[in-house]
């Protein structure tokens, strides 16, 4: 792929297709033309662009058309599309970006604002896709975990002979519970680390106090919510919450509940999960997500002002060039009646 992105410019206009590549391809990109919206999507389909330049007014399948087409399929929805038109109406711009365009540019092309546009919104999308790719790592690790601890529990249940080894062995924090009373039973190392207490000093105490006082009422709740389904054999749905530690700190976790089997008595199992790091990226991510925002806002103002002084240099252009019309018109009516 080339180094600074590959550009499809929709256009069945061949001098704007021609315009458009001089300005883009000097500049490092490169560029595949297509002259109708069919092409276009074939183009796509065939080697997916980073981002397109579409036409809204073409004959057979307009730009309209193409960009549902695009926002419609999975594969495709992705790529940034930037309407080009020499219409100016209003509702043209509102229907693009209602159909998931990102930007438009207008005819005749302003080589700068192009530059500016393609640049900002190719730099967005390749940030968009590191982001996306790793919350999908992420995700996948998470899920290989949990399918992980799902199992070791399902052993846990069918053998109570290997309980006590995986009970020990699992990294996550273990706790069970009498369903009755909301006693601590029992706890794994895990657990111990967890909640920087020794066991002696964990099993014993109510489930409860392991939890901020704030959230008693909450914790209270929840846990005979989960009681209630383990006492009918089902597990529970994981939920978030936040224990105590024991030096007062608290700590996010996520709680999965399990049923489990002790002494001969139906148990609550919880598998407790911190989930420090998963709050701390989740704040990243939504910080620099605040972070594209801002810069889009920041980048639409600079071109909307680079726009305004654009056109206010045209209207200087054109008014000289008029001035310069009537000028010679003058003259050519002075020389006919000197003339004459």
Do not use: W
């Not at 704040?283 to 997500?289: D, G, S, T, V, Y």
Request: negative net charge; contains cysteine; charged residues 30%.
């Amino acid at each position: 792929m080339n180094e600074r992105g590959t550009i499809l410019i929709v256009d069945d206009t061949p001098e704007s297709l021609r315009v458009l590549t001089e300005i883009l391809k000097p500049e490092g990109y490169s560029v595949r033309p297509a002259n109708s919206g069919e092409l276009a999507l074939a183009s796509i389909a065939a080697q997916p662009p980073d981002l397109i330049l579409l036409d809204i007014r073409m004959p057979g399948m307009d730009g309209f058309e193409v960009c549902r087409c695009l926002k419609a399929d999975e594969a495709t929805r992705g790529i940034p599309v930037i309407f080009q038109s020499a219409a100016t109406d209003l509702a043209d711009r509102l229907e693009g970006l209602r159909l998931g365009a990102v930007d438009y540019i207008s005819k005749p092309f302003q080589r700068e604002e192009l530059l500016a546009r393609v640049k900002t919104h190719l730099e967005l999308s390749l940030l968009r896709g590191n982001l996306e790719k790793l919350v999908s790592e992420r995700t996948a690790r998470l899920e290989q975990e949990i399918a992980g601890h799902l199992q070791a529990m399902e052993l846990i249940k069918d053998n109570e002979a290997r309980y006590r080894a995986l009970f020990e062995g699992v990294p996550d924090a273990l706790l069970i519970a009498d369903i009755a009373t909301g006693i601590i039973r029992d706890v794994n190392p895990g657990a111990c680390r967890l909640f920087a207490r020794t066991r002696d000093e964990l099993v014993g105490v109510h489930q409860s106090t392991l939890h901020p006082p704030r959230l008693a009422r909450e914790s209270e709740q929840s846990f005979r919510e989960h009681a209630h389904l383990v006492e009918e054999g089902r597990p529970g749905a994981p939920f978030e919450h936040a224990i105590l530690r024991a030096d007062g700190s608290e700590t996010p976790i996520e709680i999965r509940t399990q049923p489990v089997m002790l002494d001969g008595a139906k148990m609550i199992m919880g598998v407790f999960r911190d989930i420090s790091e998963r709050k701390r990226a989740e704040e990243a991510l939504r910080m620099l997500n605040s972070e594209l925002e801002q810069r889009v806002q920041q980048r639409t103002a600079e071109l909307a002002a680079k726009n305004a002084e654009l056109e206010r240099a045209n209207r200087l252009f054109v008014g000289r060039e008029l001035r310069m019309v009537e000028l010679k018109k003058r003259i050519r009516e002075l020389e006919e009646k000197s003339g004459m």
